[in-house]
């Protein structure tokens, strides 16, 4: 096959990219803070909260499918996907900053029920979102390699938008404002501004390639395409090695955190969340400097070698954190990220192209594009694995006997089972990785095959 391919627009690549703000508020915006915001700022049991945000994914589980079939039978005239990136959009901007006018002074379960409640309506609005906007990622090109050109350009704004998310808690405890619960109120509205945007941008610019080819198709029926996608084992691996990062990066996201306020900094959680956003905003801009050798050097390259190296490497670094979380030396901190930054950043820019490939995979199999019940059925699970792993994760800080008011004189043991935990949990989760990676089959050449029989049966894209 030596037809030169079609390279996308810089406008459109770029819309796209920004899309992923509102995507990373909907999958790491109360995720991540969660438990510090809840626990620490509000006096909520980590417990409670990780049962909440395990309840979400039960949630997620019905209104994710139900999502990607309306979206993949949607007829209208501004296509499959873009109307509800328009209304996903909106709808999260309006929930984000409720999630978090919770206050203190009220009892545990009113503070359970409120946070149950605004969550479930946020990722109610979120899956509205995140399914058309995962769909169109595997809509906007058919080219092996510009589909990761594509996801660096998410990475990119991922990255932007993963600067300033480690700075929320911190900076909602800043004098700046009256009291932390004010000021992570005014951190959320200021956020809802940036998802409304950058949701429009999204649902605005990028252009749906394959609309001519799904208008033809007879109707996605539901249970039939759930049932073929749970039970196709090339699909089951590809989300094996997506979990096993991770689960291997979200298991230890509060324990990260805690560690180095209550083991390295005595319980001072100022200092400590500081040198972790400060930490944090490290691995990101390394994250850019990574993005630009993967799409200058190794773009070409087998995707699942990469793969495969970006799972070493994120290995390597959980090993090295008993070093680097030093209460004698703090700042060896700030070498984590020199593990992490090329790990995550191949590995997502990587592994969401070949959800792309994927797809190309299963119309090749069974003669439909669909995309919307793929996307949310895969977006599904690793919201699933997401929640699962910050649920138990909350669950075994628990274990631990960690008490938010004992600071840093913890209960013999306990910064021991922490600092433990941090190590070994990821390391079990990138060896299953590993081993998934090496047996999944849908290599660049398999890939190549695949794409030159779907062009040869119903023409180009």
Wanted: charged share 15%; with cysteine; proline share 4%.
């Amino acid at each position: 096959m030596n037809k030169k391919k079609k390279s996308l627009k810089l406008s459109e690549k770029s819309a796209f990219g920004v899309g992923e703000f509102a995507n990373r508020y909907g999958e790491n915006g109360v995720n991540d803070i969660a438990t510090p915001v809840y626990n620490i700022i509000l006096g909520l049991n980590p417990a409670a909260i990780g049962a909440i945000l395990m309840l979400m994914r039960l949630w997620d589980a019905i209104t994710d499918p139900i999502m990607g079939y309306i979206s993949d039978n949607w007829k209208g005239k501004w296509g499959r996907r873009k109307p509800f990136l328009f209304i996903g959009s909106i709808l999260m901007s309006i929930a984000y900053p409720l999630v978090w006018m919770a206050s203190p002074d009220w009892t545990e379960q009113a503070k359970i029920i409120y946070f149950f409640s605004f969550s479930v309506i946020f990722f109610t609005a979120y899956t509205i979102y995140s399914v058309s906007f995962r769909a169109l990622a595997t809509e906007m090109t058919p080219d092996y390699e510009e589909r990761t050109t594509i996801r660096i350009y998410a990475a990119f704004f991922n990255k932007v938008f993963m600067l300033f998310l480690p700075w929320i808690f911190p900076l909602a405890q800043m004098n700046i404002f009256p009291d932390p619960v004010f000021g992570i109120r005014f951190m959320a509205s200021a956020s809802a501004i940036l998802i409304l945007v950058s949701g429009i941008i999204c649902s605005v610019f990028p252009r749906e390639r394959y609309r001519k080819v799904a208008a033809q198709q007879k109707k996605i029926k539901f249970f039939a395409s759930f049932l073929s996608l749970v039970k196709d084992k090339n699909f089951l691996l590809l989300h094996g090695v997506g979990l096993g990062l991770l689960s291997s990066i979200l298991l230890v996201a509060t324990f990260g955190l805690y560690v180095n306020m209550f083991y390295v900094w005595g319980g001072d959680t100022l200092s400590g969340s500081q040198y972790f956003a400060i930490s944090q905003n490290i691995l990101q801009i390394l994250g850019f400097v990574m993005l630009f050798i993967i799409s200058k050097y190794l773009v070409r390259y087998e995707k699942k070698t990469l793969i495969f190296g970006a799972l070493l490497m994120a290995l390597v670094g959980s090993l090295a954190r008993w070093i680097t979380y030093n209460q004698n030396i703090p700042e060896l901190i700030f070498l984590d990220p020199f593990f992490f930054a090329p790990a995550y950043t191949i590995f997502w820019a990587v592994w969401l192209s070949m959800l792309a490939d994927f797809c190309d995979y299963d119309e090749y199999s069974r003669g439909q594009r669909r995309e919307g019940i793929f996307s949310a059925i895969s977006g599904w699970i690793m919201k699933a694995g997401s929640s699962l792993t910050f649920g138990l994760s909350g669950v075994l800080l628990a274990w631990t006997l960690f008490e938010e008011s004992l600071g840093g004189n913890q209960p013999e043991g306990t910064l021991m089972k922490m600092r433990v935990l941090l190590v070994a949990l990821p390391i079990l989760c990138l060896i299953i990785a590993i081993f998934f990676n090496a047996v999944y089959p849908l290599t660049k050449k398999r890939m190549q095959s695949i794409r030159q029989e779907l062009e040869s049966r119903r023409g180009t894209v």
